[in-house]
Structure formats: structure tokens, C-alpha cells
């Protein structure tokens, strides 16, 4: 079973920046498209971004638009969320989702919940001055 384990979560002031990673344990990475969602204390989990298999495309949420940055790299089995100006709402815990059922166009990308199927454990990241 595919299995993610993101890190990078921790504390960081209002303004300042983080770069959470998602470590896929197969090489078949390439196949499939990854999102990056979060739940904070008392929501729902929300899609923050997502990236196609190959990159081609990518979306994200308005709430992170042009201060997040999502990116992979298939040769290391890795997917990447850079996060500037971090502000005190982007508090949550942060996981990486795998869509791995298939049938799905290069070019696909989603940020809801329901059409992923492998999750990751999570990692909290805590913007606070």
C-alpha cells in the first residue's frame, strides 16, 4: 500500500516562510497526482493545493494563492509545499494525499478531499507570534 510521510510542520512567526515535504514510498510517484489539504481545530479539512503526476499543472486555494508554491520532483519520490508570508489562519495540520485509483489525464488536479485515497499521517504548523 503507497504510503506518504510528510514533514516540516513546526512554529514559525506571522510573516515567515516553511517548506513542508511529502516522501512517497514508491517509485511509481510519477503516476500518481498529489494534493496538500490541512484541518485546523474545529473545521473541516480544506484542499490547499495540488499537483498533477507529471507537474504540468497545478491549483491551489484562493486563501494560499500566490504565497504558496507547489512542486515535486518524481526521480526523488518527493512533493514539495513552499509557504511565504505565513499568516496566524494557516495554522493547521497540513497532510499530503495521493490520488491513486487512476483513469485520470495528466493534467488533472483537485482540491477535494474525497477524490484522494492515500493519506499521509500529517505535520502541524503553527504560525503565531
Known amino acids: 500500500q503507497l504510503q506518504l510521510v510528510e514533514s516540516g510542520g513546526e512554529m514559525v512567526q506571522p510573516g515567515g516562510s516553511l517548506r513542508l515535504s511529502c516522501a512517497v514510498s514508491?517509485?511509481?510517484?510519477?503516476?500518481?497526482?498529489i494534493g496538500w489539504f490541512r484541518q485546523a481545530p474545529g473545521k473541516e479539512r480544506e484542499g490547499v493545493s495540488c499537483?498533477?503526476?507529471?507537474?504540468?499543472?497545478?491549483v491551489y486555494a484562493a486563501s494560499v494563492k500566490g504565497r504558496f508554491t507547489v512542486s515535486r520532483d518524481n526521480a526523488k519520490n518527493m512533493v514539495y509545499l513552499q509557504m511565504n508570508s505565513l499568516r496566524s489562519e494557516d495554522t493547521a495540520v497540513y497532510y499530503c494525499?495521493?490520488?491513486?485509483?487512476?483513469?485520470?489525464?495528466?493534467?488533472?488536479?483537485?482540491?477535494?478531499?474525497?477524490?484522494?485515497?492515500?493519506w499521509g499521517q500529517g505535520t502541524q504548523v503553527t504560525v503565531s507570534s
Open positions: 514508491e517509485a511509481t510517484t510519477h503516476l500518481y497526482t
Open positions: 494525499s495521493a490520488q491513486t485509483s487512476g483513469g485520470h489525464m495528466d493534467y488533472w488536479v483537485s482540491l477535494l478531499p474525497d477524490d484522494f485515497d492515500s
Open positions: 499537483i498533477s503526476k507529471s507537474g504540468v499543472s497545478t
